[in-house]
């Protein structure tokens, strides 16, 4: 894979086991690299754990720093699944309880309501995602 076609963030080893690393990744919005980001008060950093299948053949330690990364379209995926079918989902079933002459509030409550069981079917499709989503280590 080309530079061009993968995502990468640097991490730091937190644990390790035979079958798994967990690197600790801190994830930054575009505004966080901005130098006026104290003036304004937007930037925002998070730090995330991520679970990455333990790659054979290579030592590693904790704490020791890594590079992560995951093709492209796999973090379109991704974004497709975190954002982008719950908004679909949402407005549909808005707009729907709307037509059917429901009140804003209710339909707003059903709106919202409905990402429930879409979001239980993602977490109970978790070990199966885990293995689309593929990271490899540098």
């Known amino acids: 894979m080309s530079n061009q076609e993968t995502i990468s963030h640097e991490g730091v080893i937190t644990k390790i086991t035979d079958d798994i690393l967990e690197i600790k990744i801190l994830s930054q919005s575009a505004c966080a690299a901005c130098h006026a980001k104290s003036a304004c008060g937007m930037g925002e950093q998070a730090e995330k754990i991520l679970t990455v299948p333990r790659p054979e053949g290579q030592e590693f330690k904790l704490m020791q720093q890594v590079k992560v990364i995951m093709a492209i379209n796999q973090g379109n995926k991704a974004a497709v699944l975190a954002y ?5 989902l949402l407005l549909a079933t808005l707009f729907i309880c709307l037509g059917c002459g429901l009140g804003e509030g ?3 409550l059903i709106s919202i309501a409905a990402l429930v069981p879409y979001y239980i079917v993602l977490y109970t499709q978790r070990d199966k995602l ?3 989503f593929e990271y490899r280590i540098e």
């Open 84 to 88: 982008l079918i719950p908004i679909i």
């Open 106 to 108: 209710l339909s707003a």
């Open 130 to 132: 885990k293995k689309k």
